[in-house]
């Protein structure tokens, strides 16, 4: 089942399913490839889609931003782990009709950007992975603050601030702005007591293959949430990504340095497209 409405900007659609009796809330920007990208815990649909759509790497793809199980408009009826949800992920691309995506995640997206990258290699042209969550953390970088203007909590309500702080190490008008209209509303939303079912079942069948498409992997240096050494240690299962610890940055990397991540997620699309220099034929 698929519905639609069209805002004023005919760019954006706002859509949703029905996979496996979980209702799925997504929208979509654009038309061409697919680029379907998986936000991070708590939040919704609308922190990923403000960073990538900011960045305007993406033009000439369909984007397709959806909430996770328990998070913005999304249900999690009888999902009781992550590989629940990795599952339904996997039948959501079948479902959008597609043929082959781009998949790209963050934080706790790209755990399950990888799970599902691992039980249909042939449906993901080329696996992005911002900030990602592992099964289980190693060592974590200090939350050092990497820039900061006062003039940024002027733009949020004193209760928000501490969040603010504990999330990103650049603190500026333009990421408070950022916290503010696309973090906070989805955090507001999100079904406490249904993530809390699926994400007591955490780990995820990643298999033992390697993942041979076109790959590209952040971590941010200042990343006191993920840290960066189990980003390094995710090259010897993708044998054609690209590696970038970024300093000047943290969990909220995707706000935080615009100007590189449009640079390597270029890069990365155009050796993922189809017929592009990291793939076959």
Same mark, same amino acid.
């Given at each position: 089942?698929?519905?639609? %409405?069209?805002?004023?900007? *005919? ?25 379907? =990208? ?12 403000? =960073? ?8 000439? *793809? ?5 909430? +996770? ?5 999304? %249900?999690? %009826? ?19 009709? %597609? ?13 399950? =950007? ?10 993901? +042209?080329? +696996? ?14 200090? *939350? ?13 309500e004193p209760a928000h601030r501490q969040g603010f702080d504990e999330y990103f190490v650049v603190r500026t008008p333009a990421t408070a702005r950022r916290y503010r209209d696309h973090v ?16 007591a079942g955490w780990s995820v069948d990643l298999g033992s293959a390697t993942f041979s498409a076109p790959t590209l992997i952040l971590a941010g240096r200042q990343d006191s949430v993920v ?23 943290? *969990? ?30």
């Open positions: 089942m698929l519905s639609a %409405t069209r805002r004023s900007n *005919h760019y954006r659609v706002d859509m949703q399913c029905r996979v496996n009796g979980v209702d799925i809330n997504y929208v979509e920007h654009g038309e061409g490839v697919p680029l379907v =990208a998986l936000h991070g815990a708590g939040v919704d649909h609308r922190e990923l889609e403000a =960073a990538i759509e900011a960045v305007g790497v993406a033009a000439g *793809h369909r984007r397709i931003y959806p909430d +996770l199980p328990g998070m913005g408009a999304s %249900t999690a %009826t009888g999902l009781t782990c992550n590989d629940d949800v990795a599952t339904l992920l996997a039948a959501f691309l079948d479902q959008l009709g %597609t043929g082959p995506v781009m998949l790209l995640g963050h934080s706790y997206g790209a755990y399950l =950007a990888r799970a599902v990258a691992a039980r249909r290699p042939e449906a993901v +042209l080329g +696996l992005a992975l911002l900030c990602p969550l592992a099964e289980r953390s190693g060592p974590v970088a200090r *939350h050092d603050v990497a820039a900061s203007d006062p003039g940024a909590y002027d733009e949020l906070l509303p989805g955090m507001a939303l999100a079904d406490e007591a249904a993530l809390g079912r699926v994400f840290g960066y050494t189990d980003a390094s240690n995710l090259l010897e299962h993708y044998p054609q990504a690209t590696l970038a610890v970024i300093d000047g940055a943290g *969990h909220a990397l995707p706000h935080e340095r615009p100007e590189l991540l449009a640079a390597l997620l270029r890069d990365w699309l155009d050796r993922a497209h189809p017929g592009g220099p990291g793939t076959a034929g």
